[in-house]
C-alpha cells in the first residue's frame, strides 16, 4: 500500500461536500491531512465541471464514485462522460436496489449489472459493487453475497468489499477479499467498535478489525485503492479521517 493510493470516500464528509465553496473547503482539508485521493459521493448538486476543478486544485486523483444504478441504466453517456471528465476508472454501486433483494433478485441483478459492466468496459471503465450487510441474509442456504459473486460475469462486474460491513452481515472481511481475488481493485477500509453495548463504526486502528490482515490480503490480491470510510463519527469527521490516516502510516 503505497501513501498515494489512500483515499476518502466523501460520504464521510457528506454534511461538507453540499455546495462548491464547501467542497472547495473540504477538498483543501483532506489534502492538508496527507490524503491525495478521494471517491465521489454524496455529494451536493454540483456540476461534474466544478468537481473536477476542485480536486485538480488541490491535487487530488478521484478513484472511484458512487452512481445510482437507475442512472447506469437510464444514462449510461452521461455516466460515461462523467468518468471520463475525472479521469475515474471505477464507476461504484453504493448497494443493490431494494427490489432485487430476494434470492432470485440478486441472481437477476447480478447479470443485469455484469451486462453494465460489458456496456461500460467499451470505454475503458469498470462496475464495481459496495456491500453492505444485508448481501449476507441467506436464500435457500445461500447468501445474496455469494449469489453475486456465482451469478455475475467475472470481468465485468467487480466488488468494492467494505470490511465493516462484512464484518457487521457475519463473514470474514479477510475470508472475502481473497474470495473475490482478481476481482477487486478499490476497498473500503472502516473500523468496528463498540460503545455502551453497541456495534459503531470507528477510525482505522481504532476498533476491533484486524488490519494487519486486511491489509496483508489486499496486498496479495492487487488491491489498487484504499479508501476510508466512516458513516458516522463520534467526533469531528475531519479529525476522524486525520487519525484513519495516522494509524494507516504503519502500513505502507
Same mark, same amino acid.
Given at each position: 500500500?503505497?501513501a498515494?493510493?489512500?483515499a476518502?470516500?466523501?460520504?464521510?464528509?457528506?454534511?461538507?461536500?453540499?455546495?462548491?465553496?464547501?467542497?472547495?473547503?473540504?477538498?483543501?482539508?483532506?489534502?492538508?491531512?496527507?490524503?491525495?485521493?478521494?471517491?465521489?459521493?454524496?455529494?451536493?448538486?454540483?456540476? +461534474? %465541471?466544478?468537481?473536477?476543478?476542485?480536486? #485538480?486544485?488541490?491535487?487530488?486523483?478521484?478513484?472511484?464514485? +458512487?452512481?445510482s444504478?437507475?442512472?447506469?441504466?437510464q %444514462?449510461?453517456?452521461?455516466?460515461?462522460?462523467?468518468?471520463?471528465?475525472? $479521469?475515474?476508472?471505477?464507476?461504484?454501486?453504493?448497494?443493490?436496489?431494494?427490489?432485487y433483494?430476494?434470492?432470485?433478485?440478486?441472481?437477476?441483478?447480478?447479470?443485469?449489472?455484469?451486462?453494465?459492466?460489458?456496456?461500460?468496459?467499451?470505454?475503458?471503465?469498470?462496475?464495481?459493487y459496495?456491500?453492505?450487510?444485508?448481501?449476507?441474509?441467506?436464500?435457500?442456504?445461500?447468501?445474496?453475497?455469494?449469489?453475486?459473486?456465482?451469478?455475475?460475469?467475472?470481468?465485468?462486474?467487480?466488488?468494492?468489499? #467494505?470490511?465493516y460491513?462484512?464484518?457487521?452481515?457475519?463473514a $470474514?472481511?479477510?475470508?472475502?477479499?481473497?474470495?473475490?481475488?482478481?476481482?477487486?481493485?478499490?476497498?473500503?477500509?472502516?473500523?468496528?467498535? !463498540? !460503545?455502551? $453495548?453497541?456495534?459503531?463504526?470507528?477510525?482505522?486502528?481504532e476498533?476491533?478489525?484486524d488490519?494487519?490482515?486486511?491489509?496483508q490480503?489486499?496486498?496479495?490480491?492487487?488491491?489498487?485503492?484504499?479508501?476510508?470510510?466512516?458513516?458516522?463519527?463520534q467526533?469531528d469527521?475531519f479529525?476522524?479521517?486525520?487519525?484513519?490516516?495516522? $494509524?494507516?502510516?504503519?502500513?505502507l
Amino acid at each position: 500500500m503505497e501513501a498515494s493510493r489512500i483515499a476518502v470516500q466523501l460520504y464521510t464528509l457528506r454534511d461538507f461536500c453540499q455546495t462548491k465553496e464547501a467542497l472547495r473547503e473540504s477538498l483543501r482539508k483532506v489534502k492538508e491531512i496527507g490524503y491525495q485521493a478521494i471517491q465521489v459521493s454524496g455529494i451536493g448538486p454540483i456540476s +461534474h %465541471e466544478d468537481v473536477k476543478a476542485c480536486a #485538480d486544485e488541490f491535487g487530488l486523483t478521484i478513484c472511484a464514485t +458512487h452512481v445510482s444504478y437507475e442512472s447506469m441504466q437510464q %444514462e449510461l453517456e452521461e455516466v460515461v462522460r462523467q468518468h471520463q471528465l475525472w $479521469n475515474c476508472k471505477y464507476v461504484g454501486l453504493g448497494g443493490i436496489p431494494n427490489e432485487y433483494r430476494t434470492g432470485g433478485g440478486y441472481d437477476a441483478f447480478a447479470k443485469e449489472a455484469s451486462e453494465i459492466g460489458k456496456r461500460l468496459q467499451e470505454y475503458g471503465l469498470q462496475f464495481i459493487y459496495h456491500n453492505h450487510h444485508f448481501e449476507f441474509q441467506k436464500f435457500e442456504g445461500v447468501t445474496g453475497m455469494e449469489r453475486l459473486l456465482q451469478h455475475s460475469d467475472k470481468a465485468a462486474f467487480g466488488f468494492e468489499i #467494505d470490511t465493516y460491513w462484512v464484518q457487521a452481515g457475519g463473514a $470474514n472481511p479477510v475470508d472475502w477479499i481473497y474470495k473475490v481475488d482478481g476481482r477487486m481493485k478499490v476497498i473500503h477500509l472502516k473500523d468496528m467498535a !463498540i !460503545i455502551d $453495548n453497541k456495534q459503531v463504526y470507528a477510525e482505522i486502528g481504532e476498533g476491533n478489525l484486524d488490519f494487519s490482515k486486511i491489509i496483508q490480503a489486499c496486498r496479495d490480491t492487487g488491491v489498487e485503492w484504499y479508501i476510508v470510510e466512516q458513516d458516522d463519527c463520534q467526533r469531528d469527521p475531519f479529525e476522524s479521517l486525520a487519525i484513519s490516516w495516522r $494509524n494507516l502510516q504503519q502500513f505502507l
